[in-house]
């Protein structure tokens, strides 16, 4: 079974259109993340959720909207897509335990806006 | 601010050479730190996770270390191979966020 699964996996859309990214993972995890990764491979960390909670939000345009209907789901809401918002978009939980706390990676969501 | 930085950023080595990735992080308030590798067109894969009180952790050929004190982590990579050719990144993870290193690109040519 897939632990963090994201979809979907390929997306070609055009300039303004609204799109949305779902992930879910099965782990039992409480954290789940967004990051962008750039055409520079460049990794950067967009959203953090703890419990549902909102507890990190990088400077990302208000144009995206995470959604966390309950601790297993972490959605990504994209407005008025523009062209550089293509990348690839990953989702990611884990759990803070009292031995660390280690990411666990989707398979990673392709967004190319033309 | 966290910062994370990886040296080289792109590495080629012949096949069987032992190497070292290097990972520099600016905060030691870290719970722990995570090796990942990343295959074109894919997504990342955990290697090896180094709690904050360790010191190194081995899987297979990979060893990881970890000093917390000057903010560093290394991968050592024994005997490389042509399928070891990927990205490789390394995280700082604190409470809630992980900070990754824009990554070290690593070509074995055989």
């Known amino acids: 079974d897939t632990a963090v699964s994201q979809t979907p996996k390929y997306l070609v859309t055009q300039m303004g259109n609204d799109k949305s990214i779902k992930c879910e993972q099965n782990?039992?995890?409480?954290?789940m993340y967004w990051y962008k990764q750039d055409s520079k491979k460049f990794l950067k960390i967009m959203f953090s959720?703890?419990?549902?909670?909102?507890?990190i939000n990088e400077t990302v345009p208000n144009r995206f909207s995470p959604k966390s209907p309950d601790k297993a789901h972490l959605n990504l809401h994209i407005n008025s897509l523009e062209l550089g918002d293509s990348a690839v978009y990953f989702c990611a939980s884990s759990l803070l335990t009292e031995l660390g706390n280690t990411i666990y990676f989707g398979e990673g969501s392709w967004l190319t806006v033309v | 601010k966290q910062e994370v930085t990886q040296i080289p950023a792109a590495l080629s080595v012949p096949e069987g050479e032992n190497l070292v990735l290097n990972c520099s992080f600016t905060d030691s308030a870290i719970y722990n730190l995570q090796w990942f590798r990343q295959d074109p067109g894919k997504g990342l894969t955990s290697l090896l996770l180094i709690q904050s009180s360790q010191r190194e952790q081995t899987s297979g050929r990979l060893n990881a270390s970890l000093d917390k004190s000057s903010g560093r982590s290394t991968l050592y990579i024994a005997a490389s191979q042509p399928g070891d050719s990927a990205t490789y990144l390394c995280a700082v993870i604190g409470a809630g966020k992980s900070t990754f290193g824009d990554g070290t690109t690593l070509t074995v040519k055989p």
């Open positions: 782990l039992g995890h409480d954290t």
């Open positions: 959720y703890n419990n549902k909670e909102l507890i």
